[in-house]
């Protein structure tokens, strides 16, 4: 799937929103990865897309 914010929400600094689900849901699909996933990875490098991105990358 392609590596971009196209399919769901990012605020305007860039920051995946934690508290709508359904953009949860697209970033989970995006990523390849459950949810939960993307919230840890949220705890740990905080909301940041690419930072995030990154994150999820290294743990493949």
Known sequence: ?????TFASLSEDGAIDRSDRTAM???SRIRGVCQ???LIAVAVVGQA???VRDY?????
Do not use: F, P, S, V
Not at 1 to 5: E, G, H, K, L, R
Not at 56 to 60: F, M, T, V
């Open 1 to 5: 799937m392609a590596d971009t914010a």
């Open 25 to 27: 849901l697209a970033w």
């Open 49 to 51: 897309y690419d930072r």
């Open 36 to 38: 939960e996933q993307i």
């Open 56 to 60: 999820l990358k290294a743990g493949k």
